[in-house]
């Protein structure tokens, strides 16, 4: 075969350390554009993204040409720089970790909905919350991982 083909849609969550809510509306915008950018000149299409002050939510169109921890390593780098080279946040820092999920072409609309309603969405529910069901909801087992900095459920 002399051409690659790939259909890979993945959805990332990573939070800023220790949860707080550093992301200002002021700026948000101008973050999603910046990270927008990033996956764009990496070779991967972003589907939508959004969050809440103290995480974000990006769901893509995965080139497998590099790993999605590289990617989200580049992300997280790269937003960090320009959020302190605009002074946004002083002490804004990324949590170590993130979370990868697959989803199929026939979910595109549904999650790219659910990431344009997180503002409305966490009116309900925690980030813990949130988080603790996408993992119960794809089966992944936490064990003695920790995911982000939140306890565990007893």
Known sequence: MADTFHQIYIQTVFAVKNRRSLILPTWEEDLYKYTTGILHNRGHKMLAIGGMPDHVHIFMGFNPSETLSSLVREIK??????IENQKFAPEFEWQA????FSYNRNQLEVVCQ????QKIHHQKKTFKEEYLALLAEFEIE???KV???FDLPE
């Open 147 to 149: 995911p982000f900095d």
């Open 114 to 117: 659910y990431i344009a309603n």
């Open 97 to 100: 970790g993130y979370g990868g």
């Open 142 to 144: 936490i064990g003695r």
């Open 77 to 82: 780098k790269s937003t960090h720089a320009f």
